[in-house]
Structure formats: C-alpha cells, structure tokens
C-alpha cells in the first residue's frame, strides 16, 4: 500500500471512530451530568446520596449479588465436572453437551421464565405421582428456580469458557500424567484441573456477574425484589437517582469486563454477550 | 544492460537497516538464488523487487525501466509466496484466472490460458476444486500456475518449498527448474537451503546481516567460498585458524604442522588467517606426492552416512572431518587411532575474515 | 473377573468391573442432563406441547393459524422490523468500526478501548440502558435540553425515543459492540499475503476487497448480521424499561400475556413463546452454518 493510500485509510477510520465515540459516549456522559444536577443550581452526588440510602436499594442490590454468587456457584459445580467428565471419559457426548449449552440463545428469557411459570406454578407429576412440587408457591423456592434460570443463561459463556480451557490444556494427558504420580481424585481436580481453568472460570463469573445484576426479566415475572425490578420501579417515579444508579451499573459492568480482558488477555469473543 | 538491475539498494527500518549497498545484475532467463539465514534481508530485497516495500535509497530497474516506486499492481511481477497466499474463496482455475480476470481480458482467452497452466503443473482435473480440498504440494503448484498466468518479465519465489514435505520438496523443486527452463523465464528465488539453491540456479547470492557475502554460479560457491561465511553456510566445510609462515610460498602453519596453499597470498608473515579444507577433497594416507600435504591427528569417531563415511580427526586443538566413499571392503581406521591424512594444494582455501559474527 | 479400561489412547488410567463402569461413567453427566431437563427442556417442550393443544387439552392447530391474526401478527411484524433495521445498521456500522480498529492504520490504544468497551456496551444492556437514553434524549434529557436552548424541539420536527426510531438507536448501543466483537477476528483473519498476491497480480485496492476480501468476509458478515437479528429479536428488558410496554413488539405481548391472559387464550400465548423460538432457532442455524463457512476458508 502506497503512503496516500495509507492516509485516506486512516483518515476515514478516524471519521468512524469518532462517530462511533460520541455514540457510545453521548448517553453515558449525558447521565452522569445530569445525575449531577440533582440540586438546583449546583452540581453535587445528591442523587447518588439520596439512591444510596434508600435501605430497598441496599436490599435489592445486596440480593442481586447474592444471587449472582449463587449463579456462578451453581454454574461452576455443574458446568466444570461435567465438562471435565465429558473430555475424559465420554468424548461421543461432547456435541450433545455444546448443543444443550447453546440452547439458552435460542430460548429468549422472556419465553424462558413464561416456560417456567408454566411448569413451576403447579406440581410436576409424572405417572400421576407428583414428582417435584409447585417451586414456585413459595419463595425460597421461587429463588431456587431464578438462580437455575440464571444458570441457563450463563451456560454458553460458562460452557464455552471451560470447554476452551479444558481443550487448551489436554485433561486427559494431565490427569494421567497426576494418576501415575499416584494422585487421588480430589487431588487431581482441585490441585491439577481448576488451577489451570482460573481464566476460563474467572472469566466466566464475571461475565456471569454482568449478567445477573440488574437483569429484570426473570426477576419481575417471578416477581422476586432484586435490582433491575427495583430500578425499573424507581424510574417509574424519580427523575434523578435512576441516572445515578445508572452510572453505577454502567461502572459495574465496566469493571467486569476490564477484568475479564485483564485476565483473558484481550481474547475478543470472550467477552460478547447476546441479550 | 542486464535484465533486472539493482543499484545500490538500501533498506532502512525504524530501528534496523535490513539491506545494504546491494547491487546486482540478473540476465534474461536466469535463475538467481538469495540464500542465507533468516533476517539476512533476502525477503526483503526480494519484497522490494516486487514493491511490496519501497527502498530507503537506491534504484531497481526492469528491462530497463525504473520500477523503484511504482506500486506492485503495476509491475507484471509474478511472486510466489511461501504460505501459497491461494484465495480461499475461489476456485484452482479462479484463482489462476485472478490476475486476468482484473485486467479484463477476454473470457475465451482466460480460459484458454487456465487450461494451459494447469497442463504445465500436472493438476488439468483440479480446476473447479477448492484450496482447503488440495494438499500443500497442490496448493503451491496453483500459486506458481497463477504467478506465471499473468505472463510476467520475472518470478519471484519466497521460500516456496519450505512449508512442505521433505519429498515433495525435491519433487516440487525439480517441477519448478523444469518449468522455468521451459518458459525461458527470469527467475529469483529465495531460500535459506543450501542444496535447495545449488541445485535450482545458474547464480546464488549469498546473505548476511544485509549483506551480500558473495555471488557466483553454485560451482564457484561451493568450491570456492570467499569469506568464512559462506565457507560455513554452503556446505560442511572444515574451518581451521592457521599462521602464515611464508606468504610468498603459500606456507601455513596448523597448530604446529606444515601445509602449503596452492598460490602465494597477500598477508604478512606471522600473520593468523582464516582457512578452509572439504571433506571431500581429504584422504586417509594418500600416495604421498611431493605437491601433497599431509595432516596427522588422533581419530575421534567415525559416523557412517550411507553412501560416505565421515571421520572425524583431532589434530591438537581442532577436528576436521573428512569423508571416504562407502564400499562393503572398507577398512574403517578406529577411534584414538594415529592417521595421516591428505590433501592436495589447492584444497587450501584462504578466506576472508568476517566482520559479523559467523553462524555455526 | 471381567476388567476394561475406562481411558483408552494412552493407556489404562482406572480399570473397574465392566458394569459398574458403564454406570459410573454415565452418572458422572447426569446432574448436568437432570438440570438441562429441568429448567431448559422441561419447560420449553411444555410451551411446545400447550401450543397444539386447545383449552381442553386436545389437539389443534388453531393456535399456531392464530399466530397470524392480530395484533399478534403486528407484533411479530414490528419485531421482525427493529431486529432486521438494527441488524442491518449495526452491522454495516459495527463493520465500519472493526475494520477502522484493525486496519485502519490507528494507534493501538485505539483498538484496545474500543474492545474493552464493547465488551462493556455489549453486556449493558436493559434498564440501565434504558434509563441513559432517557437522561440524554427523553423529553426532559440533557441533549433535548441542549437542542431546547438553541430553538430546536426534538420531538417537535418528529423525533421520539418512545417510538420505533427512538427504540432501534438505543438497541444499536448493544448491537455495534456485538458486530465488533465478533469481527475483529475475521477482519484479522485476512492475511496480508492476500492482499500482496492480489497486487502482485495487478489488482487495485479496490479489486482486491471485492474480490477477495470481502466474499472471504462475507458469511461472517452475513452470520454476524442474523446473530444481531436474533439478539434484538429476543430483547425484552429494554424496550419494557424504555416504552414501558406501549411498542407492540412480541416480547412485550408475551411479557403482557404472562401477567395477565390479555390474549384470553393461554395456548395462544404459549404459541406466541413458541413462534420466537422456532424465529431464534432459525437464526442460529444460519450462524452456524454460515460461521462454518468461514472457518473452513480459514483454516
């Protein structure tokens, strides 16, 4: 490529990248000034005060991490052993694995949580005999099938991110490699296998993380008083403390995501998220 | 005025010159080799050839016309890339078409000349195949093809066969000789193989750090390396540190033993230079001529080679080896044996002293 | 005593009785089939089979005929219709971005913010995202403000963040990071050899991207497109927080139909849930087939 050419190359990126800026940044600028001005005729955190200490704002918000944590639990303990049991024994079952992993991007959430209202309202019986009761009459109940929709929508990337790690690493060679140095089991998977899927797994949680805080579809229709339910709300009647929190996911998401390249080193898939 | 011509070509990156003062004269239809080692600047000499980068000083011209600035599209320069570089997308007979295909020649022509060239690298059934369906060989095949459609004034090859197979290789490197013979075309071509460019050119270039150490037919490189090199990248020649006891006569001193060089040279008495022996060229106890030299060592180890064997003599400090045809009668001399060895006059190659680093 | 290895290749690494064998391996993936069948198959196949079934419980196929009377059929239309405008936009635009990113000729940090970024936009989606576009272009936001201040009225020469116009430039704002994302490695998948064999043949630049660049980017672009089809398709949470539920898209007709029946016919609804999934299904079919594509090329 000749120089000349070189130049108009950049000049036009350069033309799309500012577009491209002042799209991006135009809402996330504008919220945060106008979370500023909360007090007449002066800039202040008011708004941030004032959202901070409504005591259903630490609630919720404590809920939704709470929920979060139990998501990336719950993921960790079904996605890894059974990735792992799927490298090392049954390889013919890895397809049906990815496939059922992918499904989530098929079944949207609103039909996925309409699915589980569906089924969870009323006893599952099976031969008559009812095999799992109404989950969601109670709600500690009601959490447990939130936390497992959660789940499923976390298991792509969850899925992928140990699956790639698992793949990288060669389980089956390491785990024969840990057994003929007389390794037990749970030597081999806490000493051996989850040291070398932390990328995969960190990666994961943080992204399982964005994900889970703030999301609102599940949350409202099973009608449990986490985060987003509780932003949605509050925008429905206050002006300035939506932006404030606002910024706050924004930070939240933000700080996820510098992790996650920090840790994956910039992998670009890693980090896309379909809605 | 030669062909190709390139006058005191330069190459300067931000941090590193990777060619300097080069200059040469490549005839119509020859074949010319660029061999060294990695980072000798070879690619880049031929990368500037076909404009891919532009020379910080110097001029390039082809048959006649300076092409030191004009674009690559503009140079009818067929290159022959070592990664293939075929077009995923398009079909063996598509992608031997592309450069036709943008100068918009007529249809019937293309066609005519696709079938023409797949004729002449042996793959006439392969056109409406794709690249990922061809084996490495293949693909490198339909690069030539397509390099060679265009008609162009020279060929330039990157290290076409080194991606491959060992056996493809000297099949490949036989196929693309053929072809060039029988299209009669200027041909450059760059390797860091030694046997790969003996046996493909009429002349080699050799490379280092930027520099050209020596050009001249593979004979004279071969036989006659000028700097201790090339003596050591072509070849597996035997480098020995001697004092000049007599300039005038050729008489050399080799860690306390006499030898003499077949012509007188230009260094001073006393002192040290840089010589050179073939394996090939020494023989375990010869007749004992008067114009011979003779060297005497203790046997360290012999290693047999199929077709030679190699032995390998401890003089004081140094090893030389030499080599003895193999036949089933052969008597080898043992390991901490005493030997004498010879070796004519005119094995004594005197070379020139290296600025750079020599590479083992 | 019959004794096989669980571990072939290379090598025995536990040798147990043949039967226990079969049953341990295969207990060791049914938690993971118990949770899939729970809380992904159960539910869903529920949803399948309530959609051919009428309020009795017998077979129709009414519902599905169902799915293309109104105001169903609108909503499926206006879905359709935001998820192919932003699709398409995001994905010209998000091209646009990625290739300037990538060989653009910009400095690095350039590419480096712009992914991190994305990587935040792409996952920042619902009511936060809502809420931004509200602060900066709702009637009382700061952008609409600033037009105020200088005789221009937004809303009054026929711009409406609560409409169809307004709704698709805030899905953009996960739409351009998505293509991005899943561009940057196709666009760095073109080799540069390409683009010299192409000079070298005589090509332009020009040439060189129609006839080889692009058609090498082309199933990806194209996969890429239906992936940002199939993300807006399914979005709730952002238009819900941004309408409040007045745009008839289908997500928002679902999410009515669950709070309560406003279709009358709870089969209906479930079709309704089905229809989107057999849409969603379809667009990730066409991914996959298309990103096939491409890696074959690439390899």
């Known amino acids: 490529m000749n120089a000349r050419a070189a130049r108009n190359v950049s000049w036009f990126s350069w033309i799309v990248i500012v577009i491209g800026a002042i799209y991006f940044l135009a809402p996330l600028v504008g919220t945060f000034a106008y979370s500023l001005t909360a007090l007449r005729d002066q800039l202040s955190f008011a708004a941030y005060q004032r959202a901070f200490a409504d005591p259903k704002f630490v609630e919720s918000f404590v809920y939704s991490n709470l929920l979060a944590v139990a998501t990336i639990i719950a993921s960790v303990l079904l996605i890894v052993p059974t990735t792992y049991w799927v490298h090392l024994y049954l390889p013919k079952l890895r397809p049906v694995v990815e496939a059922i992993s992918l499904l989530p991007f098929v079944i949207p959430a609103i039909t996925l949580v309409f699915g589980y209202i569906r089924v969870y309202s009323r006893p599952v019986d099976v031969l008559g005999i009812d095999l799992i009761p109404p989950l969601l009459s109670t709600s500690a109940s009601t959490n447990i099938v939130l936390v497992a929709g959660y789940t499923v929508l976390s298991m792509p990337y969850m899925y992928r991110a140990v699956d790639n790690g698992l793949r990288a690493i060669d389980v089956r060679r390491l785990t024969e490699a840990a057994q003929s140095l007389g390794a037990g089991w749970g030597t081999i998977l806490f000493r051996v296998i989850l040291p070398n899927l932390r990328t995969a797994l960190l990666s994961g949680a943080l992204l399982t993380f964005a994900i889970v805080v703030g999301e609102l579809t599940l949350a409202t229709f099973l009608g449990i008083p986490a985060f987003g339910p509780y932003l949605q709300q509050l925008g429905q009647h206050k002006a300035y403390e939506p932006s404030a929190l606002t910024i706050v996911s924004f930070l939240l998401t933000w700080v996820a995501m510098v992790l996650i390249s920090f840790v994956t080193r910039g992998d670009t898939r890693s980090a896309a998220g379909t809605h | ?360 | ?299």
């Not at chain 2, 992608?95 to 020649?105: C, H, L, P, Q, Y």
């Not at chain 3, 499926?76 to 010209?92: N, P």
Request: aromatic share 10%.
């Open chain 3, 1 to 299: 005593m019959a004794q096989t290895a669980v571990v072939t290749k290379s090598g025995a690494a536990f040798t147990l009785p043949r039967v226990r064998t079969i049953f341990i391996t295969w207990l060791g993936v049914i938690p993971f089939f118990a949770f899939a069948f729970l809380f992904l198959l159960l539910p869903s196949s529920s949803l399948f089979i309530e959609s051919f079934q009428d309020t009795q419980g017998n077979f129709t196929l009414a519902n599905i005929v169902g799915l293309f009377d109104e105001p169903i059929r609108s909503g499926y239309i206006a879905s359709i219709e935001i998820s192919a405008f932003t699709a398409l936009v995001g994905g010209i635009f998000g091209f646009l971005l990625a290739y300037a990113v990538t060989l653009g000729g910009l400095p690095k940090w350039v590419r480096s913010s712009y992914v991190t970024f994305s990587g935040v936009a792409s996952n920042f989606a619902g009511v936060p995202l809502a809420f931004a576009f509200v602060a900066v272009l709702g009637r009382t936001g700061a952008i609409t403000a600033l037009f105020k201040n200088v005789g221009i009225n937004l809303y009054d020469i026929g711009f409406n963040l609560y409409d169809f116009w307004g709704l698709s430039l805030v899905y953009l704002f996960f739409q351009f990071p998505l293509m991005l994302l899943i561009m940057i490695p196709s666009l760095e998948g073109l080799k540069p050899e390409w683009r010299e064999a192409a000079a070298n043949l005589g090509a332009t630049q020009f040439e060189y991207w129609r006839r080889v660049a692009f058609p090498i980017l082309l199933p990806s672009l194209l996969g890429t497109m239906i992936l940002l089809f199939g993300n807006a398709f399914g979005a709730y949470a952002t238009a819900f927080a941004l309408t409040g539920g007045r745009l008839n898209l289908v997500t928002i007709q679902i999410g009515a139909q669950i709070r309560g029946d406003v279709l009358h016919n709870p089969n209906l609804g479930f079709a309704m849930a089905l229809g989107m999934v057999f849409i969603m299904f379809v667009c990730i079919i066409g991914y996959t087939l298309l990103q096939r594509q491409t890696e074959r090329w690439l390899r």
């Open chain 2, 1 to 360: 005025m030669a062909f190709v011509e390139l006058h005191q070509v330069q190459k300067n990156f931000a941090t590193a010159t990777a060619v300097e003062n080069f200059n040469l004269d490549v005839e119509r239809g020859e074949f010319v080799s660029f061999l060294g080692p990695s980072g000798c600047g070879k690619t880049t000499t031929l990368r500037m050839i076909a404009g891919f980068e532009v020379p910080s000083s110097g001029t390039i011209r082809l048959n006649g016309a300076d092409v030191t600035n004009l674009p690559p599209n503009k140079r009818n320069v067929g290159m022959v890339f070592q990664s293939y570089a075929l077009f995923p997308n398009m079909t063996v007979a598509e992608n031997i078409a592309f450069g036709m295909t943008v100068a918009r020649k007529p249809k019937e022509e293309i066609t005519k000349r696709v079938d023409e060239m797949l004729r002449l690298i042996h793959l006439p059934q392969l056109g409406n195949r794709y690249p990922y369906q061809l084996s490495g060989g293949q693909q490198q095949r339909v690069a030539l093809a397509r390099a060679l459609a265009i008609q162009p004034q020279v060929l330039l090859l990157d290290e076409p066969l080194s991606a491959l197979d060992a056996k493809i290789r000297v099949s490949l490197r036989q196929e693309i000789r053929a072809i060039q013979r029988t299209l009669g075309i200027t041909t450059i071509y760059v390797t860091h193989d030694q046997e790969e460019a003996m046996s493909l050119s009429d002349r080699i270039v050799v490379m280092s750090n930027g520099r050209m150490e020596q050009v001249g037919t593979p004979f004279e490189i071969y036989n006659f390396p000028k700097t201790q090199f090339v003596a050591s990248f072509v070849g597996t020649l035997n480098q020995l540190q001697a004092r000049v006891s007599d300039a005038a006569s050729g008489k050399l001193d080799v860690e306390g033993q006499t030898i003499y060089a077949a012509k007188p040279f230009e260094k001073m008495t006393g002192e040290t230079v840089a010589i050179a022996l073939r394996p090939e060229m020494i023989d375990l106890d010869g007749s004992g001529e008067s114009e011979e030299n003779h060297l005497q060592g203790t046997v360290e180890d012999t290693t047999f080679l199929g077709s030679i064997v190699r032995t390998r003599v401890r003089l004081r400090d140094s090893i030389i080896s030499f080599d003895t045809f193999n036949n089933p009668n052969l008597t080898l001399p043992r390991a901490s044996e005493k030997i004498t060895m010879s070796f004519p006059r005119d094995a004594v190659l005197i070379l020139e002293q290296n600025a750079a680093p020599v590479q083992a």
